[in-house]
């Protein structure tokens, strides 16, 4: 294999790049662009946690004791939007965008213009929704899912959502042709589809289902607008509308959208699981096609969402076992995985500890996820904190923790100094245990009948509230543990090699660390 | 600094030590609750048990295939009969799971044949319910949250039963099948008993139904299950199972109630009088979100103190009583109130804080103003 390393002398390859703030707001460089998308993700994990946090605070204790309710209701909105919209999909695209052309042995992305724009589009939407807390009338109070009627009822602040959400939409579109277009026509000699690695892989899936599912939710927010500005009534039965057509809507983007959050996680796992397995991936064809199938039928379960608004009993019965297929393919994932790790030589650093964790928590909020499937149990738990429960197993021990392996896994390439092993193994255990004590005791409170949503309770929620809150305290405060090993790595560090991990495999390890501004100018051969 | 945290660690651990602890569902009331219960414990059993499965391999793999105990990976990566093997065992786990389920399900979705049917429409921030049809029907009332805001403010100690008791709730006879049908006025709602496994959305312009048998007698709290705005954690949802002697002298005292509440039409009422009834009638549906100060909270809650509509012309006030504001939380009352109660609340608007108009609006002038 050529693995050419362009020298020092590249810097000068394509004149003299601006420096300083002018470099970041100009910059075309794959690399750059995903520092700020990932410093952008982490910046919003920092406020929409700051929101957890009020929101556990408020709930400590039943009675109103720090926010009205009217805030309170803010609040969740805008926390499920940041996360989702703000720290979790952004972080993906960092790490896409860091990564991919590095994998793939091409020299950046695709459309170097259009991918400055997607980042840039994303700091004024996460200002229009945090500014819009201070707008009269607040920030859109009808949590993220934004339903109809309630989200007509509101003030400006919703506006300045729906706006915001077309912005995050049409970033993520743009991101997503870019890593398609980079996937189908970049890579290197050699580099067959099923040679690539299983992040391009699924990214690749993602970067589909994005493309189908963002303007949908663009054309739900659209008809709220027109709803409350333009006289128009697709949600407002006096006008011939129906507010359940918002639900279905909303939820056909919903679905996919939760798997557009964690299939890239899957990617991150697969990776992180055979390196410090030091043996190849399990069935590689067997999760690409999973995932593929996963993807697909994640068009075809948004109603499970929906059980309790009155459907007939025929859809009910579609949407319960079109959801339980989902669980053959997601559990060929696990043991994959599993039979991945079998008698390898495993070692435990941070990105694999990130790693197990992900798998033995995801696998738990599958298994909830299966419960709540079932038509006439999730009845009792629709939309109480089991539900809660639930999707912060999915998206928070999912989602995040895979963010969590990816960034300890490649922090060495990008800075080119190793970060501080035993910190990243603390703060593993610290978010394992808090993350723990927050969301299991949730389960406990969604079965006894607590709705979600609620600034107040009745009074036998107390207990497993307060043991919630002291939890979320204890996983907000562990993040900053890695906010300082990430910026002491930055900093200083042992010198990485380039190839720190014995068992990693792929063409990004034959780059030096930290990793060039321009890698791959002459593209490797793959055998 | 220290001392107040402690205490706080001390009173909060003592206070898990009593505390009644809630793992599961509620005690079922109905035997389709049963069934629930019953399909829920299965299916954790069944995950359960593949989990403990599944992460036994794991785990075994993580403490016996280590790096450090100098082992060589073994090299193998792919198998097409176990990968068919473990494709086929869930699917067939699912499917043995569809029965029950499918079963369960037909059970909880039929509302035929029931002997009482009662219609619960939600409103911001509570329920109002009509008897259409069986013993006790025309009975109709409005059912509230009796907790008082003091508690809710933590400036008096909490009840036992902070957050889920009501004025009026639902009387029902024990081992009748009951059909709810919800709807809703202003944004969806959800009707949620949880001993009765019943949730159903309740959608504004459209009726949807459910239905419970309640197999003992009990009072059964459950609240609204969907985010309705601002109160939505304040209409609780509250069912009185009685035998079907007190259920029936329910219905006769609830009968003459209504009887001797429907006031005569022709009566001229005083303004001491009007304000008096307005005050409490404001005080169940206004004060939510116009405040005991008539403030509000602009611009989402308009003030009423000192507003242009409480303040002028009385059409324009009875208007938007009577009909509510579109796009807005502003319901409109004329379908929830009688006409002695909405001039009641329309006086005492017009006379309540800084409103000094003097003027008063007769039940005759709220009638003419309906449409």
């Keep these: 294999m050529e693995a050419t390393v362009p020298g020092h002398a590249d810097t000068h390859a394509h004149g003299h790049p601006p420096s300083g703030l002018m470099r970041w707001v100009t910059t075309t460089n794959h690399k750059d662009i995903g520092t700020l998308y990932l410093w952008f993700s982490f910046a919003m994990f920092l406020v929409g946690g700051m929101m957890a946090l009020t929101i556990r605070s408020e709930l400590f204790q039943p009675g109103l004791q720090i926010l009205e309710p009217e805030r309170f209701n803010q609040m969740t909105t805008l926390h499920g939007l940041i996360m989702v919209f703000g720290a979790i999909m952004p972080a993906f695209v960092g790490f896409a965008n860091w990564m991919i052309p590095m994998q793939i042995g091409a020299s950046d992305m695709a459309f170097g213009r259009m991918n400055n724009w997607s980042f840039w589009l994303l700091p004024p939407a996460a200002t229009l929704l945090v500014v819009s807390l201070f707008v009269p009338g607040g920030a859109a109070a009808a949590g993220w899912t934004l339903y109809a009627p309630l989200s007509v009822q509101q003030g400006m602040g919703m506006d300045m959502t729906i706006f915001a959400v077309h912005i995050l939409g049409m970033s993520s579109i743009m991101g997503s042709i870019n890593i398609i277009t980079t996937i189908l026509n970049l890579r290197a000699p050699g580099m067959t589809l099923m040679k690539m690695p299983l992040f391009v892989w699924t990214w690749l899936i993602t970067a589909f289902l994005i493309i189908a599912v963002m303007p949908v939710l663009a054309g739900a927010v659209t008809m709220i607008l027109t709803d409350r500005h333009f006289g128009t009534s697709f949600f407002n039965a006096a006008g011939g509308g129906d507010p359940v057509l918002f639900q279905h809507v909303f939820w056909f983007f919903g679905h996919p959208e939760v798997y557009i959050v964690v299939i890239p996680g899957f990617g991150v796992v697969s990776q992180v699981v055979s390196a410090f397995s030091r043996k190849p991936l399990f069935g590689y064809a067997s999760m690409v096609y999973a995932t593929a199938s996963i993807a697909i039928l994640s068009f075809f379960v948004w109603a499970h969402h929906m059980y309790t608004v009155g459907m007939p009993v025929g859809g009910q019965l579609f949407f319960m076992y079109a959801t339980m297929l989902i669980a053959i393919p997601t559990g060929v994932k696990v043991f994959n995985w599993i039979a991945t790790m079998w008698r390898g030589s495993l070692s435990f650093e941070t990105p694999m500890l990130f790693s197990l964790g992900f798998i033995f928590l995801f696998t738990m909020g599958g298994f909830s996820g299966l419960v709540l499937a079932m038509a006439p149990v999730d009845v009792q738990m629709q939309d109480t904190y089991y539900v809660v429960a639930h999707f912060h197993y999915t998206m928070v021990a999912g989602a995040l923790f895979s963010a969590f392996s990816a960034t300890y896994y490649w922090l060495p390439k990008w800075t080119g100094h190793m970060y501080n092993e035993t910190l990243g193994k603390v703060h593993f255990w610290l978010s394992l245990v808090f993350f723990n004590l927050t969301f299991f005791v949730q389960h406990f409170l969604g079965l006894a009948g607590m709705p979600r949503r609620i600034p107040d309770y009745a009074l036998q929620f107390s207990e497993f509230n307060q043991i919630s809150t002291i939890g979320a305290f204890g996983f907000g405060l562990s993040q900053l543990l890695f906010l300082y090993n990430v910026i002491t790595c930055i900093r200083s560090g042992p010198k990485a090699p380039a190839k720190p991990w014995d068992g990693a495999e792929g063409l990004e390890w034959e780059l030096p660390s930290p990793a060039p501004y321009h890698s791959w100018e002459t593209q490797p051969t793959v055998k | ?371």
């Design chain 2, 1 to 371: 600094m220290l001392r107040p945290a402690g205490l706080l660690v001390l009173a909060t651990v003592s206070g898990w030590a009593q505390a009644e602890y809630k793992l599961n569902f509620q005690e079922p009331a109905t035997k389709l609750a049963r069934d629930v219960y019953d399909l829920h414990m299965g299916m954790m059993y069944i995950c359960a048990v593949i989990f403990v499965i599944v992460f036994s391999v794991m785990f075994y793999s993580v403490f016996k295939h280590r790096k450090s105990s100098g082992r060589a990976p073994a090299t193998f990566h792919e198998s097409t009969k176990v990968e068919i093997l473990w494709t086929i065992i869930p699917t067939v786990i699912l499917l043995l799971m569809t029965w029950p389920v499918t079963k369960t399900l037909l059970q909880m979705r039929d509302s035929s044949n029931a002997e009482i049917t009662i219609k619960a429409t939600g409103y911001q921030w509570k329920w109002g319910y009509d008897y259409l049809k069986g013993e006790g029907e025309g009975i109709r009332f409005m059912s509230v949250l009796a907790t008082p805001n003091e508690q809710i403010h933590n400036t008096a100690p909490k009840g036992e039963h902070y957050l889920q008791e009501v004025d009026n709730p639902v009387v029902v006879p024990v081992g009748k099948k009951i059909r709810v049908l919800t709807t809703a006025n202003d944004v969806i709602h959800s009707w949620f008993v949880p001993a009765f496994a019943v949730k159903q959305d309740a959608v504004p312009g459209f009726i949807r139904d459910t239905s419970f048998r309640a197999d003992r007698e009990g009072i059964f709290r459950g609240q609204c299950a969907e985010l309705c705005g601002k109160d939505h954690a304040y209409m609780p949802v509250v069912v009185e199972v009685v035998s079907q002697e007190k259920y029936t002298a329910w219905v006769a005292e609830q009968q003459k109630k209504m009887a001797a509440s429907a006031a005569d039409p022709n009566k001229v009422w005083t303004l001491p009088e009007l304000v008096s009834r307005g005050e409490a009638v404001y005080m169940q549906n206004c004060v939510a979100c116009h405040l005991p100060t008539g403030k509000g909270l602009p611009p989402v809650f308009p003030a009423l103190d000192g507003s242009k509509i409480a303040t002028g012309p009385k059409a324009g006030h009875m208007e938007i009583v009577i009909n509510g504001k579109a796009g807005t939380a502003m319901a409109a009352f004329g379908k929830q109130l009688s006409d002695a109660d909405l001039a009641a609340v329309v006086t005492f608007e017009r006379n309540a804080w800084g409103n000094k108009t003097g003027e008063l609006v007769q039940p005759s002038e709220i009638k003419a103003a309906r449409k």
